[in-house]
């Protein structure tokens, strides 16, 4: 076996130990460099900041804790920024295995920001129907969600005054790790209901959300850790999102190394096998 | 007889279809409160839909243990689970003085389902998906080879946003930020577009199949 | 820190520690965790969906609000899990006829309008753009997404790469060069997908090593060094116990 094809036949745990060292590393000593703001997100945090206090910030965490790494720290940077800008916040989720989660980030973001449940944010916890929540959120809220988590009656809630549907909400911001998410918002809300609607995604998905970027349909779009880190940069609260970027710059070095490194490889196995055939 | 069982399905079928494709263009109030009222009996209905995804997992596990089939044990470990997570849901909480009924907190203390949830369910999940990683990089290592000029081009577009996405490749090539952002907001975009109005046309062109009755797979279960 | 919290901290981390053992390979700790997340996630759901469909949706509404036209949506729930009694699974078409009946309905003018209609106005758009004074120009910034010369680009790849998928008609000809430029904007884009899974899963990585880290601190106990002692001291037992029973060569 020549040199290239006992390289490319190592045993895959040296690959995985290599991974795991880029990733420990520089999160035990991080190095902290300079991130730069996309576009995309900085619409986001430009909408956010041009509402006026009082206006209606409704926030849908349509993930669950598989996707918890990239889209917690956005719900948690999205959150303190609305509640800095004293908006009215309303939280929901359409991913059952995620309503524990999102029950949690928001009380504890609220908490942290003195806000009180009920006057300042409501937690409306899971419906199951995906589009069909959204299209009674758009027809009647309070047919769509008769109790608030903590079984409040919602329309006794002074956060929800004057909110009768989707048409009296400000801007929707929905934090989606598949389908129901951004799409089904769209598709089944804005279309319709005519509210602005922004996105949060994991990386997986956010190259298909594109489209609807560029098109207006969604005015903004936070993308995986990176779009978190950036957010937590315009508000200025730095926290485990921008933590985390230093751990990704080195995979991601270090799958290019490994990329370049296979094609090295093959090349010169091709070039070998090439150079026998013709002798 | 038949009728019931081959013509009925396909008439409901047609005349929901038709009404709620009609429904969108209407303004009028009993249009709307009918489709606030059906949207309501949906989320019902789909609740009952997740039912009968559980019921066939348990299904599977229960013939796996009658069957004494090999690794029967963890079958029971996972019933054990389902039971236990379900008695925390559905118990009574000294602390807190009343039933839990699936809350994680009462008066923002945690209960033993919200511990279940907090502690169990969120880091394994978590670390089934991270593992994922490990897999990728194994993948990028074997497998990504620039065999033909498309792999080639697919292999530097991979490379230039990967660098692009992260504060060291800006850091050290500047112009690898700018190259990415062209990519996903012009070349990615219009892909994504080109086979998302292929998809919806598909899917719109499947939709009235099933509303006319051509296509009938959704149906399903029992003899005709 | 209470004892739930220290308790939580060393069930996470130990239940974290043993589904990364199946990066050395496939082993008992990693068949016991898979198995609890399978059973934790489908009690969570039999528990929420309980709480939100029967007694918030149903119960509540029907019996304390007096909503007795949710017996139709009762009936057709029902209907569905007759699916089971082979007798009677027929009765549940009528139920999957009416959710699919609904659901088609409802999503063909709104996909049409969003995702037809709209794409389409936006791909469309104007090669020259008006300048303050009136006159037209044509802008070439290639890093303004709304510049006309990637209004170009946008138009040449929507067209391309929807004609390449278009199999009813041969690509020969002109038509082969159309189709050419499809597949190199098709791979363009794929390699970007590529980069953002891969930026993906690695995050994901991320996140669970933080919690690991934060977990290895003196308040938890360090549980992590401590269970992580315990999973390697598991995993050579059970090699030694295979090389054990292997048949000696």
């Not at chain 2, 009925?8 to 109030?29: D, E, K, N, R, S």
Request: hydrophobic share 50%; proline share 4%.
């Amino acid at each position: 076996m020549t040199v290239a094809e006992r390289m490319l036949s190592i045993d895959r745990r040296i690959i995985f130990l290599m991974i795991g060292l880029c990733t420990l590393i520089p999160l035990l000593y991080p190095v902290g460099l300079a991130i730069k703001v996309s576009p995309e997100v900085r619409a986001v945090y430009d909408y956010m900041e041009s509402l006026p206090e009082g206006s209606v910030f409704l926030l849908s965490l349509d993930f669950d804790p598989a996707s918890k790494p990239e889209l917690y720290p956005q719900a948690v940077a999205l959150l303190r920024h609305a509640f800095k800008k004293n908006l009215r916040v309303i939280a929901m989720t359409l991913w059952l295995p995620g309503t524990g989660m999102a029950d949690e980030v928001v009380s504890r973001v609220a908490r942290e920001s003195e806000k009180t449940a009920g006057r300042d944010y409501a937690f409306l916890g899971w419906s199951p129907g995906g589009s069909s929540v959204i299209i009674n959120m758009g027809q009647d809220l309070y047919k769509a969600f008769p109790t608030d988590y903590n079984n409040q009656p919602t329309k006794d809630l002074e956060v929800l005054r004057g909110v009768q549907s989707l048409r009296d909400v400000n801007y929707v911001v929905s934090l989606a790790a598949g389908t129901t998410g951004i799409e089904t918002w769209y598709v089944f809300g804005k279309d319709k209901y005519k509210f602005e609607l922004g996105g949060g995604c994991t990386g997986v998905i956010a190259p298909g959300l594109y489209p609807l970027l560029r098109s207006g349909q969604i005015n903004g779009l936070i993308g995986g850790l990176r779009g978190a880190a950036e957010y937590e940069v315009l508000i200025g609260r730095k926290d485990i999102a921008v933590a985390g970027m230093d751990a990704q710059s080195a995979t991601h070095f270090a799958i290019i190394l490994l990329a370049i490194l296979c094609n090295v490889f093959y090349f010169s196995i091709r070039t070998s096998r090439k150079a026998v055939g013709q002798n | 007889m038949t009728f019931l069982r081959r013509q009925l399905p396909l008439l409901i079928t047609f005349v929901t279809g038709i009404l709620f494709a009609v429904q969108y263009y209407v303004p009028h109030p009993l249009s709307e409160q009918m489709l606030t009222s059906v949207s309501k009996w949906l989320q019902i209905i789909g609740g009952f839909a997740l039912v009968l995804g559980v019921t066939s997992l348990f299904h599977i596990h229960a013939v796996k243990i009658r069957r004494r089939e090999s690794g029967w044990g963890y079958s029971v470990v996972l019933y054990a689970a389902i039971v236990a997570t379900m008695a925390a849901g559905f118990g009574y909480s000294p602390a807190a003085g009343q039933w839990i009924n699936g809350k994680e907190t009462i008066k923002g203390a945690m209960t033993a389902f919200g511990w279940v949830y907090a502690y169990m369910m969120v880091p394994l999940q978590g670390t089934m998906f991270a593992i994922l990683a490990f897999f990728i990089a194994s993948a990028a290592y074997r497998s990504f080879r620039a065999r033909s000029r498309e792999a080639a081009v697919l292999l530097i577009a991979a490379v230039i946003v990967m660098l692009g996405r992260v504060p060291l490749g800006e850091h050290l090539i500047p112009i690898s930020g700018d190259i990415t952002q062209w990519i996903l907001n012009v070349l990615n975009a219009s892909v994504r577009r080109a086979i998302l109005i292929g998809i919806s046309l598909g899917a719109v062109a499947l939709s009235l199949k099933i509303i006319f009755g051509v296509e009938r797979a959704y149906l399903g279960g029992g003899k005709e | 820190m209470s004892f739930e919290m220290m308790l939580g901290a060393w069930v996470a981390t130990g239940l974290t520690l043993f589904i990364l053992t199946f990066l050395y390979q496939d082993n008992p700790l990693f068949k016991l965790a898979e198995h609890l997340y399978v059973g934790v996630s489908v009690g969570y759901a039999i528990v929420k969906t309980y709480d939100t469909v029967v007694i918030r949706l149903i119960y509540e509404p029907m019996v304390k609000q007096g909503e007795w036209s949710l017996l139709i949506p009762l009936a057709i729930g029902a209907l569905m899990l007759t699916r089971y009694v082979p007798a009677a699974a027929w009765m549940s078409r009528i139920a999957f006829a009416f959710v699919v009946g609904v659901g088609s309905g409802l999503a063909i003018p709104r996909v049409i309008s969003s995702y037809i209609l709209k794409q389409i106005e936006d791909t469309v758009r104007p090669l020259l753009t008006l300048a303050a004074d009136g006159g037209a120009t044509f802008t070439y910034d290639l890093l303004d997404p709304a510049s006309n010369l990637n209004a170009v680009v946008l138009l040449v790849g929507v067209v391309s790469v929807l004609f390449y998928f278009f199999f009813s008609v041969e690509h020969t000809g002109p038509g082969k060069a159309v189709a050419r430029t499809g597949i190199i904007f098709l791979m363009i884009a794929f390699g970007a997908a590529f980069g953002y899974t891969v930026m993906a899963r690695m995050s994901l990585l991320i996140g669970r090593l933080t919690d690991l880290i934060e977990y290895a601190q003196p308040q938890y106990g360090w549980a992590t060094w401590c269970l992580l002692a315990i999973t390697i001291a598991t995993l050579l037992v059970f090699r030694a116990r295979r090389q054990g029973t292997e048949p000696p060569q």
